[in-house]
């Protein structure tokens, strides 16, 4: 059965650390891990990965794709209280690109 | 805004009841995919269209349904409702499947405001 797991579950931090969240997945026929941020609504997309040891960036933001491992890494550098959501990790895979989310990180940035 | 718009933003109704959420993608975007957020759940996939046809059905209970009409919007059909179908109902889009009918992997989806369902 397809699964992603998400690591940790939850955590508190202070503005200025840096986190690090992982995400592991089991996907039959696998294309392209996403990862998602959502705050009061709808999650917003981040950045997808489909090539394993390029790391993607976008400001205090970056991930990487371990396809041999299968499993995915989301950086943030910095953190500031607008960074406080849950993030979302998301494996697609076969014919229809249905995606198999995990079930979140929240992340709590303390001032 | 990510260009997927939902209606209604909350609804509230009684168990026993039918309910029809409507999604309308992105424009130019030919795939609409239904999703459930419950606090206890996740995000569960429940089905995907593409250009008007029924891809690919994920944890889709009998007493839902859906349907893609020829403008690309979706509606998905909600009955006999139960309190545990209290959720948020997303839709979400992505581009569009290849020319060989099969699904360009790398498109990313983009998700719309959501729908509150309140089951009472």
């Known amino acids: 059965e397809d699964k992603v797991v998400q690591s940790p579950l939850s955590l508190v931090v202070h503005e200025g650390d840096t986190v690090t969240l992982n995400c592991s997945y089991e996907v039959t026929n696998f294309r392209s891990l996403l990862w998602y941020k959502q705050e009061k609504k709808a999650p917003t997309f981040l950045f997808m990965l489909t090539s394993s040891g390029i790391e993607k960036k976008s400001g205090r933001l970056s991930s990487i794709l371990d396809k041999k491992e299968l499993f995915s890494i989301l950086n943030i550098t910095a953190t500031q209280t607008g960074d406080s959501a849950i993030y979302l990790c998301?494996?697609?895979?076969?014919?229809?690109?249905?995606?198999?989310f995990g079930t979140g990180t929240l992340l709590a940035v303390q001032p | 805004d990510s260009g997927v718009t939902q209606t209604p933003k909350h609804l509230i109704t009684a168990t026993g009841q039918r309910v029809t959420l409507r999604c309308s993608p992105r424009s130019g975007d030919l795939s609409v995919y239904w999703y459930q957020q419950s606090l206890d759940q996740g995000l569960q996939f429940l089905i995907q269209y593409y250009n008007g046809e029924e891809r690919a059905k994920g944890n889709i209970l009998e007493r839902f349904s859906a349907q893609q009409f020829p403008d690309l919007h979706s509606e998905l059909n909600l009955s006999s409702l139960e309190l545990g179908d209290s959720a948020l109902y997303f839709c979400?889009?992505?581009?569009?499947?290849?020319?060989?009918?099969?699904?360009?992997?790398?498109?990313?989806?983009?998700f719309g405001p959501g729908t509150r369902l309140t089951v009472l």
């Open positions: 979400a889009s992505s581009v569009a499947v290849g020319t060989s009918g099969r699904a360009r992997g790398t498109d990313t989806q983009y």
């Open positions: 998301a494996a697609g895979g076969g014919a229809t690109n249905k995606l198999i």
